[in-house]
Structures are given as C-alpha cells and as structure tokens.
C-alpha cells in the first residue's frame, strides 16, 4: 500500500477532505452570518478584518493544542496550502500562495508550534505595516 510519511494515501485525502469540508462550512456560516454582507475585501472593508482576526485565532489555537509531531506539521502544511485556494480574500490568497511558494519547501515545512505562528503572523504584520509580536517568549528553553 502506497503512503506519504508512513500514512496511508487513502488517510491522507480523506484529511484533506474533511479539512476542505471544514472550511468550506466556516466560510458558509460566516457567508450566512449578519457580520457578512457583500465584502470583496478590498482596502476599505471592513469584514477583512474580522476575516482575519478570525483567522488568526483559528491557527493560534490550533498550534497551541496540538504537539508539533511530523504529521501534525504535514497537516498543518495541507491546511495553510487549503486556506491559500478558498480563503475569502483574493488580495490574501495571492499573500498566501506568494508566502507558500517562498518559504514553504520541503526543507521549511510549518512547525505545528507557537514560536512558528508567531514569526509566521509577523510576516503578515510586517508586509501591512502592523506591530510585530514579541516571539521570545515561544522560544524553548
């Protein structure tokens, strides 16, 4: 039997889509919500915004509650490269992919830990002119 990192295929796509699944129903509640009305996400929307701090939270508290095994790591891979293709902003998928394309080769696959979330957040930070995060903190002693 076929697999990638030991798991077999058949696992593997069966994540996949049901992490694609979850996405999609997240979108489509947020799409159903009152928060959403018609947002294109361009530099005066305001549900980009609150698209994004949702975001955020979401993968903060992923890494957070999850150990930062190969697998882990692989999956966490497979949701970022997700969110690049479905993400409700256009402007924030091309950042997605550009980001992924640059930094996410086979020697700097995502680490499923908070030190990595927080530089990771910092770069989006840094290319919009926000404040960095203080990242020390998540470095292992």
């Known amino acids: 039997m076929r697999t990638i990192h030991g798991i077999p295929i ?3 796509i069966l994540l996949v ?3 694609l699944v979850i996405i999609f129903l997240y979108t489509l509640l947020y799409i159903l919500s009152d928060a959403s009305d ?4 361009n530099e005066g929307c305001s549900e980009k915004g609150e698209i994004g701090k949702g975001t955020w939270n979401l993968l903060h508290e992923i890494v957070k509650h999850n150990e930062a095994t190969e697998e882990n790591n692989f999956h966490l891979a497979i949701f970022i490269e997700s969110l690049s293709h479905i993400y409700p902003c256009e402007e924030c998928r091309k950042h997605m992919r550009e980001f992924r ?3 996410m080769k086979e020697e700097k696959m995502p ?3 908070e030190l990595w979330m927080c530089n990771f957040h910092n770069t989006v930070n840094e290319r919009l002119g926000k404040e960095l995060y203080n990242c020390d903190e998540f470095i292992p002693s």
């Open 17 to 19: 889509t049901i992490v």
């Open 38 to 41: 018609t947002c294109t996400c």
């Open 111 to 113: 680490e499923m830990t």
């Open 10 to 12: 058949w696992a593997k």
């Open 101 to 103: 394309e640059s930094t």
